[in-house]
């Protein structure tokens, strides 16, 4: 199993993301929401977006 994006919509302010630091150890791309600690600690390794992720219909915007 492998995956080229990670993507990972939240509004919790993370401090870290575990998550996001394996995802790239796998060397996916990271789609996150620049909040909290996620733009540390992803840094250029990914893309962050602005809009909110709240909803199901929010997140598919994103992905197309």
């Known amino acids: 199993l ?4 990670f993507f990972y919509p939240t ?3 993370e401090t870290f993301c575990c998550c996001a630091a394996e995802a790239q150890l796998y060397h ?3 789609i996150y929401n620049n ?3 996620l733009s540390s600690t992803i840094a ?5 977006g602005e809009k909110s992720f ?3 219909s929010d997140s598919k915007k994103i992905l197309v």
């Open 11 to 13: 509004n919790f302010m």
């Open 44 to 48: 250029d390794r990914g893309e962050a």
């Open 54 to 56: 709240n909803t199901p």
């Open 35 to 37: 909040i909290g600690g």
């Open 28 to 30: 996916c791309v990271c």
């Open 2 to 5: 492998q995956a080229e994006y």
